[in-house]
C-alpha cells in the first residue's frame, strides 16, 4: 500500500503544476510594452530601476499612475485595434470605467507587476512598523483620482 499511496500523489499534482504553469504563463505575457511600445517601456523600465530603490512611495504612486494613464491615452487612439475580453487594451479601456481601486487591481496588476519585474525592482514595501505596504496599490488609487480636483 506504501508504494501505491505516492505514485497516486504524483499523477494527481503533476496535471495540477502544468495547469499553474500554463495559468501564470498567460498572465504574465501582458505587458503594457503591447500598448506604449518598446522604446516607451524601456524608458519607464529605466526610470523605476533607478527611482524606486529609494523613491518615496507617494512620490512613485502618482509616477506610476501617469505611466497608466499615459497607456489608456494610446489604447483610446488604437481603440478597435484589439478586441480581446482578456487583453491589456481591453483592461486599460475597462480600468476607465470604475471608480474602485481595488476593480483597477483585478484589471491592470498583472501588468504592473511585470513592468516592475522587468525593472528588476519590487513595488511591495514594509514600513518601519513592520506594516506592508504596495507602491502599486497605491499608483491604483492615484490612477482612479487622477482627474479629481478637491479644490473646486
Known amino acids: 500500500m506504501t508504494a501505491k499511496a505516492p505514485s497516486k500523489l504524483k499523477s494527481k499534482s503533476t496535471p495540477q503544476k502544468a495547469k499553474t ?5 498567460a498572465r504574465s505575457s501582458r505587458s503594457l510594452q503591447e500598448v ?17 530603490p529609494g523613491g518615496r512611495t507617494h512620490r ?6 501617469a505611466m497608466l494613464q499615459y497607456a489608456c491615452s494610446v489604447t483610446e487612439d488604437k481603440q ?11 483592461s486599460l479601456m475597462e480600468s476607465t470605467e470604475t471608480s474602485d481601486p481595488d476593480e483597477v ?22 514600513g ?16 482612479v483620482y487622477w482627474f479629481d480636483m478637491p479644490w473646486e
Request: proline residues 3%; charged residues 30%.
Open 21 to 25: 504553469k500554463t495559468a501564470k504563463k
Open 36 to 52: 506604449v511600445g518598446p522604446e516607451v517601456y524601456r524608458a519607464w523600465v529605466s526610470m523605476l530601476r533607478v527611482l524606486v
Open 60 to 65: 512613485l504612486a502618482p509616477l506610476l499612475a
Open 80 to 90: 478597435g485595434d484589439d478586441a480581446d475580453e482578456k487583453s491589456i487594451n481591453q
Open 105 to 126: 487591481k483585478d484589471l491592470l496588476h498583472d501588468a504592473v507587476a511585470q513592468l516592475f519585474k522587468d525593472a528588476g525592482v519590487e513595488y511591495g514595501r514594509v
Open 128 to 143: 518601519a512598523r513592520g506594516q506592508q505596504y504596495s507602491i502599486a496599490d497605491d499608483a491604483y488609487s492615484e490612477y
